[in-house]
């Protein structure tokens, strides 16, 4: 289970991609990943050299870094999220295709493209393979993807086709249900959507999507399932002050997730929400904040950092911590 949110700054243009990680434990913590970086795909030892440098969360695994999420030079942003009972991956590779694990998808997307058009072009390249003829066996891992970048194009990227299918997204929100449009279809419960949503025509960097109204309107549940996350994201996205800035769009994004957060409850569910985690598209900054800490920890994707040549792996405490005032 994860759940994305995106926040527009109307005053600067800032566009912030905000996540929950949901997993039964911590294994991803901010990482930095240089230009030219050999790494080498589980599925069929291929190896790729990064384009691009890139900030986000992941860790090194073997000969790869598994990005979760993370914002890249050109500020192309992604996230890769849990998809239930989604995915169609393909068993048989075909010649000249980059093969690729799943999970590899978003670190591979990160470190290649510039941009939501750049992968666009290219995602007809790739396919993401069965473990049948794979070198290490991972089963069928199910994910898809959110990327967007400084234009404010934001998509859903799914592999239930092959190519893999881009959708665009100007919701901005992401949970962790298959059929896309069927979670769009259901949130008209709870919402009315403008004249241009219905018709597919929303201009880029649109704060709302809906009209506001929703008189005679059911009330968003309250579970932690996915499409009960996605309606209650959905519905509070669309009804908060919209920011002015990125510090704003942190806020928001941040409050809004406080709505989707999952608390840990071992004896009900095997997930929790480990960390969240944003990322600023002008700026680079990439915020993250495991479950026990109550401050959030901030790394800007600089060009002194840029031109690094090792891979930098942040230490970040996730326990809780006070500061005390004496009177």
Known sequence: MCTSILQIGQMDGTHVLARTMDWPRLGARPMFCPRQYHWHSVFDDQEYVTKYALLGSGGRHDRRIDASDGVNEFG??????TFT??????????????????????????????????IIDHIDEIELMAD??????????????????????IVVIEPVTHPIEVIENPLGILT?????DRQINKLEKYMDFTDAFKSQTVPLNAPRVTTGNVSGKS??????????????????KERIDLPENEIEAFDNCWHLL????????????????????????????????????????KIQLTDDLIRQTEPIFFQVDDRVDFREISV
Do not use: W
């Open 85 to 118: 009972n989604g995915s169609q991956l393909v068993e048989e590779p075909t010649e000249g295709r980059i093969h690729l694990a799943p999970f590899e998808l978003s670190f591979y997307l990160l470190s290649n493209y510039k941009s939501v058009q750049d």
């Open 76 to 81: 192309l942003a992604v996230q890769k999220l």
């Open 132 to 153: 049948k003829h794979s070198l290490m066996k991972y089963g069928h891992s199910e994910l898809h993807f959110a990327a967007c970048d400084p234009t404010g194009r």
């Open 258 to 297: 406080d709505s989707v957060n999952v608390p840990k409850s071992s004896a009900h569910q095997p997930t929790y929400s480990v960390y969240r985690a944003a990322v600023c598209c002008e700026s680079r900054n990439y915020y993250y904040q495991p479950y026990h800490a109550k401050s959030v920890i």
């Open 176 to 180: 962790n249900s298959n059929h896309f």
């Open 219 to 236: 009330t968003p549940p309250g579970s932690y399932t996915p499409g009960s996350r996605f309606i209650r994201a959905a519905y509070l």
